[in-house]
Structure formats: C-alpha cells, structure tokens
C-alpha cells in the first residue's frame, strides 16, 4: 500500500495543491504578505498559498501532532541583518494559523485535546493516501 510518507515530497505537494485549489481560497490581505520577517519581498508564485496549505498538510501528517510553533520554525530562514551576522528568524504565524484553520474547517486536520498541535483526521490520511496512490500510478 502506497502512503505519503513513500511518494516524493515535491510531487505530492503539486499534486495536493492542485487538489486544493477548489477547497481553500486565499484571502485578500495574503497578496502583499511576506511569508517571514526573514524574507525580502512577498512570494511571485499565483498559487503560493495552495502549495503552503499543501506543504503543512503533509507536515502535520508526517511529524503530527504540530502546533504553529513548531511549523513557525520550519518555515523560518536566515534574516540577513546588513553588516551584522544573520540569524535565524521564524516565519509567519498568521499565515500558518489561518491555513490551519482552512484545513480544519474542510475536515483535514483536528486540534489534540490539551493544546498539543494538531494532527491529521482519517479523511486527510485518505486524501492525501489517494493523490500518493496516483503519483505512483
């Protein structure tokens, strides 16, 4: 049985954000966001928020239960601070927490009892299980 965790991660995040693109909208305010305080300049791809919405599901499916705080360091990166030596800066926590919420209200993902993240519900393993199966057809 094929599953997400065997598929290629760039494919299966295509994929799903195609698949993705009917169910979550992005919103408006979204179009001149950075996606980081570590970031220059907000993202060029139109479909930049399916493919994060994407990425996270997978996230949550592979490492579950996730909270913002942990997803907030993967999408961090490097702040180039000008003469000063860079470091590390998280990424945006709104970004991630609306996205969660999308995912949840289309019944993806749930919150954990007692604040511990959120992790993937049956019908997410499903569909991410079945975009997985077609890849590898």
Known sequence: MV???????????????????????????????KTGMHKERPPEQSNWWQLRAAS???????????????????YGGRHRRGHKPPHFAKGSGKILRVILQDLEKQNLIKKMDKRKGRIITPEGQKFLDGIAKSIKA
């Open 3 to 33: 599953s997400a965790r065997d598929t290629d991660a760039s494919k299966l995040i295509e994929k799903t954000a195609e698949q993705l693109k009917e169910k979550i909208q992005m919103p408006e305010w979204a179009l001149n966001v």
């Open 56 to 74: 996270i599901l997978r996230k949550v499916y592979v490492d579950g239960p996730v909270g913002v705080s942990r997803l907030r360091s993967f």
